[in-house]
């Protein structure tokens, strides 16, 4: 059975910190790139990032590059998503799901977990 299985949000003051994690199972990992997409209440999902497993290969939207970092565990079968300089317009649920090459398109991604809330209060 595949899983991706995020974890790390939480509510945050502006300013501040969280790592986020997805592990994942049930599927070749080093074979697959893993994004980060995010929805914001009344908003549509965007993409943040992605890290491909295979090369390492990784991308950022604009508004986060420079404060986010996403990084990979070949071994634990984890992604990581360090988000720094937590802005409230982050504030989002915050999704990763797995897909043969970094895409922003969502439609692409083969796999989705099921979301971990991040609240960043001004």
């Known amino acids: 059975e595949v899983q991706l299985v995020e974890s790390g949000g939480g509510l945050v003051q502006a300013g501040g910190s969280l790592r986020l994690s997805c592990a994942a199972s049930?599927?070749?990992?080093?074979?697959?790139?893993i994004g980060w997409f995010r929805q914001a209440p009344g908003k549509e999902r965007e993409a943040v990032s992605c890290i491909s497993m295979r090369d390492g290969y990784t991308y950022y939207i604009d508004s986060v590059e420079g404060r986010f970092t996403i990084s990979g565990d070949n071994a634990k079968n984890t992604v990581y998503l360090q988000m720094t300089s937590l802005k409230p317009e982050d504030t989002a649920v915050y999704f990763c799901?797995?897909?043969?090459?970094?895409?922003?398109?969502?439609?692409?991604?083969?796999?989705w977990g099921q979301g971990t809330q991040v609240t960043v209060s001004s």
């Open positions: 049930g599927f070749t990992f080093g074979d697959y790139a």
């Open positions: 799901a797995a897909t043969n090459y970094c895409s922003g398109y969502g439609p692409e991604y083969e796999y």
